[in-house]
């Protein structure tokens, strides 16, 4: 059996060559996050971001639910994926980001599907299930503040329908989740979602070796 290919910058060259389908839109919002200083490490990889549009097609999602805006990219792939009756609504705290991810909403002609709501993560949430109920998304992405994703994932799981599907970034954290002698708050935070997740029957479970860690967590169906 072979084992894990190792990525280094040539093979990750190659793959880029033979399967990444972005565009003017989306590398020139790559290149304007990354030259924002401290924050070139926050940039959703490419490849993430169609992986995003890929699964909101398969799912068949009409609903979306974003915890973590940030300058909009994934926000942007999700909304370019959705049918035309589809909508995405995405949550963050920072105006400033969203301010560039708006410009690029509208230069891509899907600002009619974006809902944007600036506040806490975990008010929003609350707010959105006293507005429209449980199980009302198709697919929820998190990629916020890592100690609050337990608190996401389980409030996604009451929002998502069964069947739908949570996506959760960074799961990998930088590979600091296999250093033993990283213990700040935030690898602490993901080291036990990852366990939890691992032992939660509600729902099928795959981490993929990609980008920083992407996890899909498939709400499973009442039977």
């Known amino acids: ?17 033979v399967s990444l389908r972005d565009d003017d839109i989306l590398r020139d919002l790559v290149a304007e996050t990354a030259s924002m200083p401290m924050l070139d490490a926050m940039v959703t990889m490419p490849e993430e971001g169609q992986l995003l ?7 068949g999602a009409h609903r979306v639910l974003e915890i973590g805006t940030f300058t909009g990219y994934g926000t942007l792939c999700m909304a370019r994926a959705l049918p035309p009756d589809g909508r995405i609504v995405t949550c963050d705290i920072n105006e400033r980001w969203t ?9 891509a002609g899907v600002s009619d599907r974006i809902e944007l709501r600036l506040g806490d993560g975990t008010q929003t949430m609350a ?3 006293a507005e429209h109920g449980p199980e009302t998304y198709d697919l929820v992405f998190v990629d916020a503040d890592k100690t609050g994703y337990a608190r996401y994932y389980e409030d996604a799981l009451t929002h998502l329908r069964p069947g739908g599907l949570i996506v959760l970034d960074n799961t990998l954290y930088f590979g600091r989740v296999a250093d033993p002698e990283a213990d700040d708050a935030d690898t602490r935070a993901i080291r036990e979602l990852n366990a939890a997740l691992y032992a939660d029957a ?15 967590a498939r709400k499973n169906k009442v039977r």
């Open 1 to 17: 059996m072979a084992g894990q290919v190792e990525l280094d910058e040539r093979l990750l060259a190659y793959v880029r060559s």
């Open 53 to 59: 549009a890929l699964l909101v097609g398969l799912t």
């Open 99 to 107: 301010r560039i991810a708006r410009r690029y909403w509208d230069r």
């Open 127 to 129: 707010a959105l299930l």
């Open 202 to 216: 509600r729902v099928e479970l795959s981490m993929l070796v990609m980008a920083d860690g992407i996890t899909l």
